[in-house]
């Protein structure tokens, strides 16, 4: 009876429609990233260097992403970043009416775990500076949410490192997930991804923190808005709160075309290929799983 019932309580929670349990994957996967990475900055910020460093941030965020990728992986392909959703659907590898929907879900999920943040954080947010939320200064904490520019970087230079850091992500990803290429062992692509994400962190993050993710940008910045620091989250900077939006968008088409048009178009193709590549269009980037998209 206990097993007919548990049976039974399964059937009606699981989700039937496969988009469905798409958008759900890649909300809770953007959320673990939030969670995981804005928590290795606030970790260190809060304690005012006492429990973290810059190292510690790049390697939280790395492993956030690994981590991420693995909660998601086989049913959406674990892409928890817009331009990586669009680089996909641009170049055939999942299909356009997915993109607003994983969009909207990586959005809502990097909100939630901004707030998650700010709640796990609470009464340290309150003792810092006295409460005072602040978006710039000695005592700001905005920048444990979202990414602002440093002082000398004009927003010319910030846009174009954007551009060329997705662009990057994107082609070490379709290398990475490209099993014509030298390939990566199955089940070990998303360590591949967070070393990837450390190396772009420690090599091209010092201008403005290296976002690459429109979502793990602006998402979390909504949420401070509304949260205590106000409008300023994205007036500072030059009104700099775009750039890491539409800057990743385009690096993520650039990357994504670069890496096909020097690599993939020049692949040997077998006739037995066809089929696996109407497989892939359902979006996943994974070895087994057919193949093309993370992060």
């Excluded at 954007?162 to 692509?189: H, M, R, Y």
């Amino acid at each position: 009876m206990t097993q007919t019932t548990h049976k039974s309580l399964r059937d009606r929670l699981a989700l039937k429609n496969s988009l469905s349990k798409e958008i759900v994957a890649e909300f809770l996967a953007t959320f673990v990233l939030i969670v995981l990475g804005c928590g290795s900055v606030a970790q260190a910020v809060l304690s005012r260097g006492v429990a973290g460093n810059a190292v510690t941030i790049n390697a939280g965020f790395a492993m956030a992403v690994t981590m991420a990728v693995y909660v998601a992986g086989g049913v959406s392909g674990g892409h928890v970043n817009p331009a990586i959703s669009l680089a996909m659907c641009a170049t055939g590898k999942m299909r356009w009416c997915k993109f607003p929907f994983y969009v909207c879900a990586q959005m809502l999920g990097a909100m939630a775990g901004a707030a998650a943040i700010f709640g796990i954080y609470y009464d340290a947010f309150m003792s810092f500076a006295e409460g005072t939320l602040a978006v710039s200064g000695p005592n700001a904490t905005a920048h444990i949410f979202a990414t602002y520019p440093a002082s000398f970087l004009s927003t010319t230079n910030g846009f174009a490192e954007q551009v060329a850091s997705t662009a990057l992500l994107v082609i070490s990803v379709f290398a990475i997930f490209d099993n014509k290429n030298i390939g990566v062992p199955a089940g070990l692509e998303p360590v591949v991804v967070g070393l990837l994400i450390f190396l772009l962190s420690c090599s091209l993050g010092m201008n403005s923190g290296c976002a690459m993710n429109p979502a793990r940008d602006l998402g979390p910045r909504m949420f401070t808005a509304v949260a205590g620091w106000g409008l300023e989250v994205f007036t500072a900077g030059n009104n700099w709160w775009w750039v890491p939006v539409v800057a990743p968008m385009i690096g993520g088409l650039i990357g994504a075309y670069v890496y096909i048009l020097a690599i993939e178009l020049h692949h040997q193709k077998p006739l037995e290929d066809t089929k696996s590549e109407q497989e892939a269009e359902d979006g996943s980037l994974y070895g087994k799983y057919e193949l093309t998209n993370s992060v």
